[in-house]
């Protein structure tokens, strides 16, 4: 297992920018493939996007490709989500995952460990 913690959320008017951080314990975290998932009240857990323990591939939802940018740094621990042009709808408390699935996966049941979510709000 790894723990895995986020940061980086907050409150930003539709067309601005976050950069969400996920840093995680342990030396294996280059075992894992990781991703970002989020959550709106009322709706279930999504698939945001996911990157291979390499970093060498990418996977992301339709409604954020071409806005949102997966990378990580495994020499740090660190898995990053750029959101650019952010809309209403992105409002979501956000989650970054460790799944086994090396070349990583958009399966809610594919991830091990969990972060505690970290609040992303943009305003109309």
């Known amino acids: 297992q790894v723990q895995l913690v986020e940061s980086g959320g907050g409150l930003v008017q539709a067309g601005g920018s976050l950069r969400l951080s996920c840093a995680a314990s342990?030396?294996?975290?280059?075992?894992?493939?990781m991703g970002w998932f989020r959550q709106a009240p009322g709706k279930e857990r999504e698939f945001v996007a996911t990157?291979?323990?390499?970093?060498?591939?990418?996977r992301y939802a339709d409604s954020v490709k071409g806005r949102f940018t997966i990378s990580r740094d495994n020499a740090k621990n660190t898995v990053l989500l750029q959101m650019n042009s952010l809309k209403p709808e992105d409002t979501a408390v956000y989650y970054c995952?460790?799944?086994?699935?090396?070349?990583?996966?958009?399966?809610?049941?594919?991830?091990?460990?969990w972060g505690q979510g970290t609040q992303v709000t943009v305003s109309s």
């Open positions: 995952a460790a799944s086994g699935k090396l070349d990583g996966s958009s399966l809610i049941s594919d991830f091990s460990s």
């Open positions: 342990g030396r294996t975290f280059r075992r894992y493939a």
């Open positions: 990157i291979s323990w390499s970093g060498g591939s990418t």
